[in-house]
């Protein structure tokens, strides 16, 4: 059976988040062939709706209103729940995304509807849809189904791939929703700077443990991520130890990433780090202590003094980058 699905575009500072067009692919396989509605909450957003159809939406609905120019789990449900009541799908797909995370197991438990969620992989399509979601942080997967009702899923950004960007046209039409009786109002949001990729969805992620030494010595990682268009992350030991800030670390209490390629730099390798990264494409660990443990997920190794390997490999990327 055909089905509809409402696909949550997500977006910050000006532009929509990769894992909006991967929920879009993932919401083509749930639909079996039937209808992708890409949805956007916000104070302006109409303009984003032309590339959620070129990656996929078969149209958009937009909500607009000054109450949703940040988000808040209250104005978000109540926009969010006014188009699934004009629309009563059959299938939902937020990213697993901050905001996909708060608001998803509100909008299910308002629709009394189950939620998997952190979705990495689809197998089969429309009423035949799996999903694939990581357990006990990333060592085993278990394959899901909903015996009933609403495909509701949250996917996890850089694992399930977008559709290609094709010259498409689609409907964007608006909705107009009274957003009333907020609990929260957000009057000023003050960010930490962060320049450059999102370490969350960057391809590339360079990540600093303990082993690095000082703030001074991130300068290094600084500069190989940004050769190639990448992040920089870290493990608990090098935040605790204030080389560097609390948003760049990856682990159990930190962020959980899937790049193309994660270089591990004087990170031992706990447990708990590696629940933010083991699900990596391909991990370079360089570290000195051959017995590390990082070194039993790692695809390449590098036993050394990351002061000279990392030198050496940003020397190397520049003659090819
Ligand atoms: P260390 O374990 O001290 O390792 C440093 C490594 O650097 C060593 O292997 C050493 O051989 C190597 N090294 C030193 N000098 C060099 C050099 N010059 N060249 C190359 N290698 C060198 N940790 C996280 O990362 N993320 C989390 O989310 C997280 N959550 C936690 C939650 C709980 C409840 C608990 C209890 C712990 C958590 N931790 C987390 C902490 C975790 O257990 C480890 O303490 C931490 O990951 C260690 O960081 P590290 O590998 O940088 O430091």
Do not use: W
Request: hydrophobic letters at 45%.
């Amino acid at each position: 059976m055909a089905k509809k699905v409402l696909v949550l575009g997500e977006t910050r500072e000006g532009s929509l988040r990769n894992v909006s067009f991967e929920a879009i692919a993932a919401a083509k396989k749930i639909s079996g062939g039937g209808e992708v509605v890409g949805v956007l909450l916000g104070d302006s957003v109409a303009d984003f709706g032309a590339e959620l159809i070129a990656y996929g939406a078969d149209r958009v609905i937009t909500v607009e209103h000054p109450h949703l120019k940040s988000y808040t789990s209250d104005g978000y449900g109540q926009a969010f729940m006014a188009v699934v009541e004009q629309e009563s799908p059959e299938g939902l797909v937020f990213g697993h995304t901050a905001v996909g995370k708060d608001l998803a197991p509100k909008i299910a438990s308002k629709l009394q509807a189950g939620l998997i969620s952190d979705v990495t992989d689809i197998e089969g399509e429309g009423a035949d849809a799996v999903f694939i979601r990581p357990i006990f942080s990333g060592k085993a997967f278990e394959k899901v189904k909903l015996k009933e009702g609403i495909d509701f899923i949250t996917v996890r950004a850089n694992n399930i791939a977008p559709l290609e960007k094709q010259e498409r046209s689609g409907d964007v039409s608006s909705l107009s929703v009274d957003i009333t009786n907020l609990r929260t109002i957000i009057k000023n949001v003050v960010r930490k700077s962060a320049e450059g990729v999102d370490l969350s969805e960057a391809k590339v992620i360079v990540a600093g443990g303990r082993g690095v030494k000082s703030a001074d010595g991130f300068e290094q990682l600084h500069e190989l991520a940004n050769l190639l268009g990448g992040a920089v992350g870290a493990s608990r030991g090098a935040c605790d130890a204030d080389y560097c800030d609390y948003s760049l670390q990856i682990g159990q209490t930190g962020k959980v990433v899937t790049p193309d390629l994660y270089i591990a730099a004087g990170i031992s390798g706990a447990i708990q780090h590696m629940a933010g990264m083991s699900n990596s494409k391909v991990i370079v660990a360089i570290n000195k202590d051959p017995e590390a443990n990082i070194f039993k997920v790692a695809d390449y190794g590098i036993v050394g003094d990351l002061f000279e390997v990392i030198p050496m490999l940003t020397e190397e990327f520049k003659k090819v980058m």
